[in-house]
């Protein structure tokens, strides 16, 4: 007889994964819902799990309890990750992942929308197959917030203050205007974001979140101005061009288009 098929789905503490394990818990009871966790995530996304956990009536299952972000910051001699070196991904998410998994068949429940074109983490071991149920059941973002509000969870507590993403608080994938709502929202956690940073005269040995901006530069006010200035300026000739949006478009800064790169999907789904 073969292995039996194992159902895993990772949860990123994002309003798409949340509305897929919603969306799951009645189809496939035998579910093992995860949550990579690098212990340096939004303290909202704790307590926002917690919700869902209660909704699932299921544990979820934390993974890297043990070993979070530090452990790896200093693995890697204390180079911060950035988008062309996501160590951070690779080691606090994909791994774990990989690892939990180990050698059984396994399906694996991604939160892709029917309205992104995107594509999500897809192992390559041959073990593991990826589905996409919000995009094979044609729900698309609207769905998506349907199915949270309906459930009574809602969207995710962080959107309030407008970041816009689960995953890490100091995570480089943020916009200079939400390392700004970080700071006026929780200086304290903006300060720890701070002190990992490394600003030296040598080459190379120089370790910040934005690339040629300290953040003890962007905290200044003349700085926070002007990060603020450009942004209501992205935002009003957006607004020009795309008339009214709802309350949620706002919150998600879904049509904002960004020159950022492509944030990783397995932090912030
Ligand atoms: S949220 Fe950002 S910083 Fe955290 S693990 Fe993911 S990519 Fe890295």
Not at 54 to 74: S, T
Not at 169 to 196: G, H, M, N, S
Not at 258 to 268: G, K, Q
Request: aromatic share 12%; charged share 30%; with cysteine.
């Amino acid at each position: 007889m073969g292995q039996k098929t194992r159902h895993i789905l990772s949860l990123s503490g994002g309003k798409d994964s949340t509305a897929l394990a919603i969306f799951m818990r009645d189809k496939i009871p035998e579910m093992e819902y995860v949550f990579c966790d690098t212990d340096k995530e939004l303290r909202e996304t704790y307590e926002y799990l917690n919700y869902i956990e209660a909704y699932l009536g299921k544990k979820i299952i934390r993974l890297n309890a043990a070993v979070g972000f530090d452990h790896w910051h200093q693995v890697f001699g204390g180079y911060l990750p950035s988008p062309s070196m996501r160590w951070c991904t690779r080691q606090l998410k994909l791994k774990p992942f990989e690892e939990f998994v180990r050698d059984d068949p396994i399906i694996s429940y991604v939160g892709i929308r029917a309205d992104e074109d995107r594509v999500g983490y897809i192992s390559h071991k041959p073990n593991i197959r990826t589905v996409y149920p919000l995009k094979e059941a044609g729900i698309d973002y609207a769905g998506v917030i349907k199915i949270l509000e309906d459930s009574g969870i809602g969207l995710p507590p962080y959107l309030k203050w407008g970041r816009t993403h689960s995953g890490c608080y100091f995570c480089f994938f943020q916009k200079p205007i939400e390392w700004v709502r970080l700071l006026e929202t929780y200086p304290e956690d903006f300060d720890k974001a701070q002190a990992y940073e490394k600003v030296t005269d040598q080459p190379g040995k120089t370790f910040t979140w934005i690339q040629g901006m300290p953040l003890s530069e962007l905290r200044k006010p003349k700085n926070v101005k002007k990060i603020k200035r450009r942004y209501a300026e992205t935002q009003e000739r957006y607004y020009k061009a795309r008339g009214n949006k709802t309350l949620v478009e706002v919150l998600a800064e879904l049509d904002v288009p960004t020159r950022e790169p492509t944030a990783c999907l397995i932090c912030h789904l």
